[in-house]
């Protein structure tokens, strides 16, 4: 921790931030200067066209800024002992964000946010975006989020004051075409469905629930900037639409849409964001987002001036892609917004390599095309149950890319220890060069049955690699495991649980080698009738059953250190049935080996994949026929 003696008074506008600032595990202010291991001093520039720098002299340190997040990232450098002097302190976006997913069970706690909002202020952060499909509080709407752990007007009010102290703009990022699964699953919502996640456009109460939600976001936060969704409406206008107003053109319903939410946010003064892929996808007969088809020009046209489109993009590792798309975009509509994604979603642990193989081609696109605003996305999808802390590795790389700052292992090492509280990036880019959404469709598995063991064992690892998938997840586990320390002690989450780590990797090193017994011993048992080659598997189920239940007090211990408790219930399901078919794979197996069974019928019935077909994460196969 260092302790950091100001040097010159502190400026006004950095009181606010410095009162949240000063926390014992960040920084200590003393009195003194021979007491301090660092001493600042903060000056204000006038224009934003100075040059912004961190200076170094004599032992003493000297922050020039016109914008508070330029203050914070440079006190960011000081403190990590990452100092550039004269390091023109710019990024070539005009706001660089992160988006964070409130909406798939895990709702992070106020008071964490703060901790979140404080660190993505030492990164240079200016934007915060909070995707909250329904998990907020609107007067008059009981159902409206209940039980999902939803905020309150106050912990709104209270995040954004917390942003503004930090130069952060937070942005509230709502949906008003489509992903209200959750709004639709109460009767009381049926009769502004269309079908699925998705609203029936024209009908006048979809319109009076969007005004409240505009009032609500409207009355707690300070900006005007607005994102509002609307983001894969899959068979928009085929349900209770259709029955309504017969076949209309997917362009026709979406125009209408969206003019008659315009009016909503021109009236509250709301500058809208909009996801861009519905324009495309209605363009091409494929339904497919990136289908490269060229969209009518009478429709562009008609798109609402005040609205902006955001590009996301979280797959394609070619610069020429993005570059190709946002020309497309700015056709289209204008300036877009880009989007790229911190890979969190459908995963236990943040992937860090497949995040920079797409976040730095996306970023280099945005430099080239000039655009002014880039944002991150952090997603949650199938119940939120990612330890997000580890996605903070993907927060550094991409703010230190974004503003062309050193990327190489020191250097981010030293700004993760500062700014995670003595956390490593080594050690959790360990794990996330190696996670896979295959992870935990392999710990949900049925262990009896083996379908995604089945697919694993016999699905090459690439076109160049023919060993097997399951193989490689054990060896990589293993060999991840020897990378980070075995700490028993736990006094933060910060940057991601290590003890977590180490949970995880056991438990999938653990089940990868009782599937591999499972099948071969099975396998061999039937073919020569020796029983003994499966009398290693009673140990292994009890080594897998120790490390699932120790993985889910991990899980739940960073659950309930940075989310509440709402949505943590999904996942104490999961484990809890895997366990408990651990037992059942337990005693079917014992009663195997004594002789009252002579075969295990699940296993009678195998099959061979020759590439292993795709199983969707979000269906997670408990058993071949139950899905949870």
Not at 172 to 190: S, V
Not at 308 to 325: E, G, M, P, S, V
Not at 419 to 437: M, R
Request: charged letters at 25%.
């Amino acid at each position: 921790m260092k302790e950091v003696y100001l040097s010159a008074p502190l400026p006004d506008d950095l009181r606010p931030a410095f009162k949240r600032l000063e926390a014992p595990r960040l920084f200590k202010l003393v009195d003194y200067d021979y007491r301090a291991t660092l001493k600042i001093a903060f000056e204000k520039v006038a224009s934003p066209d100075e040059s912004c720098a961190l200076v170094a002299d004599d032992g003493a340190v000297t922050i020039r800024y016109h914008f508070i997040t330029q203050a914070m990232r440079l006190l960011g450098e000081a403190l990590s002992d990452t100092i550039r002097p004269g390091a023109v302190c710019r990024s070539p976006f005009k706001t660089l964000g992160i988006m964070l997913d409130c909406s798939r069970c895990a709702v992070p706690r106020v008071d964490v946010l703060f901790s979140t909002i404080q660190r993505l202020a030492l990164l240079g952060y200016n934007r915060l975006l909070l995707y909250t499909e329904e998990v907020y509080e609107l007067p008059g709407e009981p159902y409206f989020g209940f039980q999902r752990g939803r905020y309150s007007a106050k912990d709104i009010r209270a995040i954004d004051d917390c942003c503004a102290d930090y130069g952060i703009e937070l942005v509230p990022c709502f949906q008003t075409l489509a992903h209200l699964e959750q709004m639709f699953g109460w009767p009381h919502y049926k009769d502004l469905r269309d079908l699925n996640g998705v609203m029936l456009v024209g009908e006048e109460k979809v319109y009076a629930l969007i005004e409240k939600m505009m009032q609500f976001w409207t009355q707690n936060v300070r900006t005007r900037t607005f994102h509002i969704g609307m983001d894969e409406a899959w068979g928009i206008g085929t349900g209770e639409y259709r029955k309504r107003h017969g076949d209309r053109p997917a362009f026709d319903i979406l125009l209408e849409h969206i003019n008659r939410v315009s009016e909503i946010c021109n009236r509250y003064g709301v500058k809208p964001i909009m996801w861009s892929d519905m324009w495309f996808r209605a363009a091409s007969p494929k339904g497919d987002y990136y289908d490269r088809c060229d969209i009518p020009p009478e429709v562009a046209e008609k798109i609402p001036e005040n609205l902006q489109l955001c590009y996301w993009d979280y797959y394609h590792t070619d610069k020429a892609f993005y570059i190709d798309f946002i020309r497309r975009h700015q056709a289209l509509h204008g300036e877009p917004c880009l989007a790229s994604g911190i890979w969190t979603w459908n995963l236990l642990w943040y992937a860090s390599k497949t995040t920079m193989e797409r976040v730095i081609p996306c970023i280099d696109a945005g430099v080239e095309a000039k655009l002014q605003d880039l944002f991150f996305t952090e997603w949650g999808d199938d119940g939120g149950f990612c330890d997000f802390e580890s996605a903070f590795a993907g927060n550094l790389f991409a703010a230190d890319y974004s503003y062309g700052a050193p990327t190489d292992p020191e250097t981010l090492e030293k700004r993760y220890d500062a700014i995670c509280y003595g956390n490593s990036y080594a050690e959790v880019t360990a794990v996330g060069d190696i996670c896979t959404g295959d992870w935990h469709l392999l710990l949900y598995d049925d262990p009896i049955m083996n379908l995604q063991a089945q697919i694993l064992r016999t699905k090459p690892v690439s076109e160049t690699d023919a060993t097997p998938a399951l193989t490689r997840m054990r060896e990589d586990a293993e060999a991840a495991l020897k990378k980070i320390p075995a700490s028993s002690w736990v006094t933060h989450t910060e940057g991601g649980s290590i003890p977590l780590a180490r949970a995880i990797l056991t438990a999938v090193s653990a089940r990868c080698a009782l599937a591999e017994a499972m099948l071969s011993g099975y396998a061999v048992m039937r073919r020569t009738g020796d029983r003994s080659s499966m009398s290693d598997i009673p140990q292994l189920i009890d080594e897998a059953i120790a490390a699932m239940e120790t993985l889910m007090k991990e899980h739940r211990h960073m659950w309930m250190c940075r989310n509440r408790p709402q949505g943590m219930e999904r996942m104490e399901i999961r484990f809890a049935a895997s366990v408990e078919r651990l037992r059942e794979a337990r005693r079917r197996i014992d009663i195997l080996l004594c002789g009252t069974d002579n075969e295990i019928p699940e296993l009678e019935e195998t099959l061979s994949f020759e590439k292993g077909p795709y199983l969707y994460p979000g269906f997670v196969r408990l058993s071949h026929s139950a899905l949870v």
